[in-house]
């Protein structure tokens, strides 16, 4: 998929960026933010980018297509033009397997352990894209965990060699605040589960007391 291609969901890009704005209370024209974090939006000098811009397919499956999203605010014509963008698809064979991984102490913390390979050793890196939701058509979940996985290079100038590269995650669950109940999650939109929560997964207050005291 090239920019040209792109440009055709600039309707959807326009609505992002909206939402953020709008949600942020930020003046266009005038904001000036400084951010550390190259995992959250960057506004600064009319310049808009985003690290990733998460996309849904037709089965509603989550799907990270574009990375490295930059916008241009053009006050001419009030809204934002997009200078580039880069397109990582998701590959079905990069995971390989995944396993659930679940802490027996309470709180309890919730793991998905997930390897793979890389096609050629040319210095990837996992890049990752999750996000919680509730479906109608399954209300024997409380919500689901849908987690994409993808292979980007990390920039550095690595020889490229043929071999396929072996890889392994800890992804974490965020399960600390869910209420007792089923759950499911799914890698890619290909390996899916459950698991269960027996109680609500907080700690009590008389305990977080306790902790401070000592």
């Not at 590959?91 to 998905?112: G, H, N, R």
């Not at 479906?135 to 979940?141: A, E, K, L, S």
């Not at 759950?183 to 027996?198: D, S």
Request: charged share 20%.
């Amino acid at each position: 998929m090239n920019i040209q291609s792109l440009k055709k969901n600039t309707g959807m890009i326009r609505f992002i960026i909206t939402l953020i704005v709008g949600a942020l209370n930020l003046n266009p024209v005038i904001a000036q933010v400084r951010n550390d974090n190259t995992d959250t939006p960057l506004y600064a000098s009319g310049i808009l980018t985003l690290p990733s811009v998460d996309t849904l397919t037709s089965g509603n499956v989550l799907q990270g297509l574009y990375r490295n999203v930059l916008l241009h605010y053009d006050a001419d014509i009030d809204a934002f033009r997009l200078v580039r963008a880069e397109t990582f698809p998701v590959s079905d064979d990069l995971v390989k397997d995944v396993e659930l991984l679940m802490t027996e102490s309470q709180p309890i913390q919730v793991f998905l352990h997930v390897s793979g390979k890389f096609g050629i050793a040319c210095g990837n890196i996992p890049a990752i894209n999750y996000r919680q939701s509730s479906h109608v058509d399954r209300p024997q979940y409380r919500s689901e965990f849908e987690v994409t996985i993808r292979s980007l290079k990390n920039g550095t100038e690595l020889p490229c060699i043929t071999d396929e590269k072996i890889y392994t995650y800890n992804f974490p669950i965020h399960a600390y605040g869910l209420q007792s109940g089923l759950y499911a999650y799914t890698v890619n939109g290909i390996h899916t589960g459950t698991f269960e929560l027996k109680t609500d997964n907080v700690v009590s207050t008389d305990t977080l007391r306790g902790l401070k005291k000592k």
